[in-house]
């Protein structure tokens, strides 16, 4: 069946540093989506990309699908305490399907 | 935008008995709603997807007579642990497509239950 991965499993990252998340799928995918959750809390969904070599960004966070459409990146510069939480990838094989999670990577941030 | 209600938000039951979790949409109609467990530190993992006023689909081992749902209406999904044991216990969580929205494909989460199974 269809696997996402995501690495790392955990990222420590200084305060005011950058750092990059990874995301790979097996198969092709219709659409990715990457969602945060905060310690406690629930996903909440953060942005959609559909097109191939499509980057899109939310102010610090920088988000980009692959051109095969099997892996995508999210970049966070400038880190904050803020940005503490984890960070899930999710994809679809076609417009509808369910979707598959990664298994997310833990973002700690040392003041 | 889109907003998903669950209730309750923490459930303690003893073990044997039922437990009963509600998924709303406030702002919007969902025919499919998504049922996730998710353990601590781990990723979410889909249990089943509801459908309104149909069966629902159930993912590769998990049982279907152990966790029953059901979707009656656009903005209602239940789920129902029932005879719960301790190894129950988790963070479940729904989402939901608002086939209406400018992404159809977005699912929107509720803010999870939190059961635990003495």
């Known amino acids: 069946g269809q696997q996402v991965m995501q690495i790392p499993q955990y990222q420590h990252v200084q305060e005011g540093e950058d750092f990059t998340t990874y995301c790979n799928s097996s198969?092709?995918?219709?659409?990715i989506q990457w969602y945060k959750q905060r310690p406690g809390g629930h996903p909440v969904f953060l942005i959609q990309?559909?097109?191939?070599?499509e980057v899109k960004k939310q102010k610090r966070l920088t988000f980009q699908f692959g051109e095969a459409k099997k892996n995508s990146s999210l970049h966070i510069t400038a880190t904050q305490t803020t940005d503490v939480g984890t960070y899930f990838c999710a994809g679809t094989k076609a417009a509808g399907n369910k979707l598959t999670f990664g298994g997310g990577t833990r973002v700690l941030v040392k003041p | 935008g889109a907003v998903v209600s669950q209730h309750p938000s923490r459930v303690i039951c003893k073990s044997g008995t039922s437990v009963k979790i509600e998924c709303r949409s406030l702002d919007f109609q969902a025919t499919t709603m998504f049922w996730y467990r998710q353990f601590p530190k781990q990723s979410l993992m889909l249990m089943a997807t509801?459908?309104?006023?149909?069966?629902?689909?159930?993912e590769q081992g998990v049982e279907k007579d152990k966790f029953l749902i059901n979707h009656a209406s656009l903005t209602l999904s239940t789920l129902t642990v029932t005879s719960a044991h301790p190894e129950d216990s988790s963070f479940y969580i729904c989402?939901?497509?608002?086939?209406?929205?400018?992404?159809?494909?977005?699912?929107?989460f509720g803010p999870g239950t939190r059961l635990t199974v003495l």
């Open positions: 509801s459908n309104e006023g149909s069966k629902a689909t159930y």
């Open positions: 989402s939901a497509r608002d086939p209406m929205g400018r992404d159809t494909d977005t699912q929107y």
């Open positions: 198969t092709t995918l219709s659409n």
């Open positions: 990309l559909v097109k191939s070599g």
